[in-house]
């Protein structure tokens, strides 16, 4: 039954999409990449909640994945998932030498 009030509508949609965040991204890891909440948690859990590549603790990680055959690797805190992927898109010799031109 629709709502005769729009500013309710939206208010109650708010609520129900701020309660339900953790349960939605973890539905997305689970059709995304194959891997359950579980599975998630125990990654999540190895890696002692730090990045797989900096080491940084971060509440919420990013799924690294195989692009080629879909196989997960660990998880990554958003900037080294970000760089990474640069890296496979690009290939590291342009960066790394644009890189170090912008150091100079």
Known sequence: MPYKDKEIQRASCRTYHYDHLETDRLRHITRRYGISPAEYTALYDT??????????????????????????????????????????????????????????
């Open 47 to 104: 890696q002692a909640g730090k990045c797989g590549i900096c080491g940084r603790p971060a509440k919420r990680l990013c799924v690294d994945h195989n692009h080629q055959n879909g196989k997960v690797r660990g998880l990554l805190c958003v900037t080294c998932n970000i760089f990474l992927g640069t890296i496979e898109a690009v290939g590291i010799d342009p960066i790394y030498e644009k890189i170090k031109l912008w150091l100079k």
